[in-house]
Structure formats: structure tokens, C-alpha cells
């Protein structure tokens, strides 16, 4: 699936992951570029304020 972030770019979401220090919930997703980034599923998921609004991080886009 893939996600638009709040300032544009689009990603797309690779799968669920386990961080083994203290098992938290990631998010591993690719970038247009093909670059892997990791956050933590709470922070992935969470919504940002944006001048006043709050929006999602990263959005779903349906295809």
C-alpha cells in the first residue's frame, strides 16, 4: 500500500517489523528513490498539526 506524507512525498509501506530492545511496533517503508526508513508504528500512524489542522503523517492513497 502506499501512503502520501504530510509535506508530499509518496512511500511505499514494505511491512510491520519488531524492534528487539524493547519490542515496539515499526513501520518500514521505501522511498520513491528506493531508500528503507523505519519509525515506530505510533509515530507513523499519528496526526500532525499543520497551521492549525491536524492531518495524518501519512495518508493512505487508494489505487
Known amino acids: 500500500m502506499r501512503y502520501r506524507h504530510y509535506k508530499g512525498g509518496i512511500y511505499e509501506l514494505v511491512g510491520e517489523a519488531t524492534y528487539?530492545?524493547?519490542?515496539?511496533?515499526?513501520?518500514?517503508?521505501?522511498?520513491?528513490?528506493?531508500?528503507?526508513?523505519?519509525?515506530t508504528r505510533e509515530n507513523f500512524f499519528e496526526m500532525v498539526e499543520?497551521?492549525?489542522?491536524?492531518?495524518?503523517?501519512f495518508a493512505p492513497i487508494e489505487d
Open 20 to 39: 528487539e530492545a524493547d519490542l515496539s511496533p515499526m513501520i518500514v517503508y521505501r522511498s520513491p528513490k528506493g531508500d528503507l526508513w523505519v519509525r
Open 50 to 57: 499543520i497551521d492549525g489542522t491536524l492531518v495524518p503523517r
